[in-house]
């Protein structure tokens, strides 16, 4: 499903304030690129993509041409032609927030799931800088693709920000829902044996980002009662319980254990519960389960590491940081444990790396949350 919205053609030049003066006598770019504005606002698209074209030949490095071309297509649906243009001018202005958005947006129209999600992390760390309708639809395809991707957390994160910026709709709701199921569907892909479920998790998780406990409780008390056996509704409900009545949460987060062993954000949850809590030996049990279940996941590697690094085991320690970095080297908080485990060894200039890799994604971070 892609959430269709204006492609702000007629507000390019506020994109684009360095614009090229014209000649004092009119050349051919000049007729070509009039043309083409007149034949886009008189709604005749396909003749105002062709002069756009024409008059890009003549000079490519046209960057309001590329995003006035890119957005026709859009409108049109054309998306290869879309992805193309915004391609192009993502190269022309890197740094180009809007331009990384509407790519992103394109290649989502031409079911391209990992080009649209590096696009709009993109976007992402140049803080959706955008028109706000632009950047809110930047954000529900952001979270639509991380989730058909797998990347079901951080989906959750992109919608709980994108709801306490404005409001829940309903998209978001069920995108939550989605989500918090970890299952790799976009709304239209939901089964229709699953849709009730997936509409009740999406209530009470959109309760939770809405910061209304009571209600939140309500509903989730309501699923665990209708889908008892769900080892994501237990851990959701644990997770948030874990801010309301923590010995309950961690209660449920191991009833999603018990239905599934192998359920890593549960695995990787009661790691840190238990580590916070002085508890190291337990938190490298449920650690290592963590790792043996999916070492292809950094964030087992990060619980194992902080795990053995409490314990006193800053070489085994740094060994699992280390491969927790090299899965997502965008992980802040993989790069800060590491740099910890460093210092713990003396390895002053890898330690100081290390912050530094950190600092610098967090500004990213803290940058793209404003």
């Known amino acids: 499903m892609l959430f269709k919205f204006p492609a702000l053609v007629l507000s390019a030049s506020l994109l684009f304030a360095q614009a090229t003066k ?212 237990h851990f959701r409900f644990g997770a948030f319980l874990m801010q309301q009545a923590p010995e309950r949460g961690v209660g449920e987060i191991k009833k999603a254990l018990e239905l599934s062993p192998a359920h890593i954000p549960a695995l990787v949850g009661l790691a840190a519960i238990y580590l916070k809590n002085g508890d190291a030996a337990t938190s490298a049990q449920f650690a290592e389960r963590a790792v043996q279940a999916d070492p292809g996941d950094f964030a087992t590697h990060v619980a194992m590491g902080r795990a053995l690094l409490e314990s006193g085991d800053a070489v085994r320690a740094a060994d699992q940081l280390a491969v927790a970095v090299k899965l997502a080297p965008d992980s802040a908080d993989a790069h800060f444990s590491l740099a910890s485990a460093y210092a713990r060894l003396g390895r002053k200039e890898d330690a100081r790396h290390e912050q530094e890799e950190f600092r610098r994604l967090r500004k990213q971070i803290d940058g793209a949350s404003q």
């Open 22 to 233: 014209p000649a004092p006598q009119p050349s051919a770019f000049d007729n070509l690129s009039k043309q083409a504005a007149t034949l886009r606002d008189a709604g005749k698209l396909d003749e105002a993509m062709a002069a756009y074209e024409k008059a890009l030949k003549l000079r490519p490095a046209w960057d309001e041409g590329w995003w006035n071309l890119g957005s026709i297509a859009y409108d049109a649906d054309k998306f290869p032609e879309c992805s193309a243009s915004f391609q192009r001018l993502t190269a022309l202005k890197p740094d180009l927030g809007a331009a990384w958005i509407m790519l992103g947006i394109c290649e989502y129209g031409l079911k391209n799931y990992t080009a649209t999600r590096g696009a709009l992390l993109r976007a992402e760390q140049l803080h959706f800088e955008a028109p706000p309708e632009l950047a809110k639809a930047a954000r529900m395809h952001l979270a639509l693709v991380l989730t058909k991707t797998g990347v079901y957390e951080k989906a959750i994160v992109v919608l709980t920000e994108l709801t306490r910026m404005d409001r829940l709709t309903p998209q978001i709701s069920v995108a939550a829902g989605i989500a918090g199921l970890r299952k790799p569907w976009l709304p239209a892909e939901v089964p229709e044996a699953d849709r009730e479920m997936v509409s009740k998790v999406g209530d009470a998780m959109g309760a939770a980002m809405e910061l209304d406990p009571k209600s939140a409780t309500s509903k989730f008390e309501e699923l665990i009662a209708a889908y008892p056996a769900q080892a994501d509704i």
